[in-house]
């Protein structure tokens, strides 16, 4: 079992940015992928980007690259989404998610993976 906590969302004007933050616990023995996910209110879930287990592989949504940076820290177990020049229509609630076992998932849809956090609102506004 994995455990998935996100956090630092928040309300930023047009322009500016965030980190996200996905805190991960349970059976961390495995280094799972963990991949990021939003969804706006009428919307379909989205996926955004993904670190491998390693963190030396990453991919990303075509919408969002050069904008999304997505990383990780082993030695804290936490998962990073970094945003910039943040837009309106990126006000979504952003999910990390992470797969059974240690693949890499082959694409960004959310049937790839299996454990997810509840998410966190990131709202942007002027």
């Known amino acids: 079992q994995l455990q998935l906590v996100e956090s630092g969302g928040g309300l930023v004007q047009p322009g500016g940015s965030l980190r996200l933050s996905c805190a991960i616990s349970g059976d961390t023995s495995v280094a799972h992928a963990i991949g990021w996910f939003r969804q706006a209110p009428g919307k379909e879930r989205e996926g955004v980007a993904c670190v491998s287990g390693s963190g030396t592989s990453s991919k990303y949504a075509d919408s969002v690259k050069g904008r999304f940076t997505v990383s990780r820290d082993s030695a804290k177990n936490t998962a990073y989404l970094q945003i910039n020049n943040l837009k309106p229509e990126d006000t979504a609630v952003y999910y990390c998610?992470?797969?059974?076992?240690?693949?890499?998932?082959?694409?960004?849809?959310?049937?790839?993976?299996?454990?997810w956090g509840r998410g966190t609102q990131v709202t942007v506004s002027s």
């Open positions: 998610a992470a797969p059974y076992g240690s693949w890499f998932p082959q694409d960004l849809t959310p049937r790839q993976f299996d454990y």
